[in-house]
């Protein structure tokens, strides 16, 4: 479900995080502790009204097709709490090899929510990367086929 790396905005040896990024890690850093299953991640998205909604990976080994990434998860607890849009998300892994900016489901996720919220990833002690969703998914599926429309 991840993949590494590859898109500008890599940081190779990692850096502290941000002041202003530490309330959504520290969120992850929290939800990273409830994670299911291995690998472990944990994601923490800031809404269009500055709250913070976290979300852990939930990894199951006997059935991955169901298992959840932490930002879909945290997508979820988003949409729970009635917001709907993403301003900044940070995804953390458990270590510094699992550090990787979301999959593409989850971007296209993401861009269901209507923004283009900056994205940080990293471990709960150092940024590894960053980028937007627009960078990431530059070709977002948005021509959805509707019923009773002409085909063109
Ligand atoms: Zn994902």
Redesign the pocket.
Known sequence: ??RRGGEAGILRRGARWPATWHPLVDAAREALRHARGKPRWAAAIEDEHGRIHAGASISLPDLPAAS?????VAVAALVSAGSRNSARVVVVARGPAGAAP??????Q?LCEMGADPEIRWGTCASERGRSTLARLLPSAFRDYPRPGARAR
Not at 68 to 72: K, M, P, S
Request: charged content about 20%; aromatic content about 0%; proline content about 7%.
């Open positions: 479900m991840r959840l990434c932490a930002e879909h979301p999959c593409g489901r989850c971007l996720v």
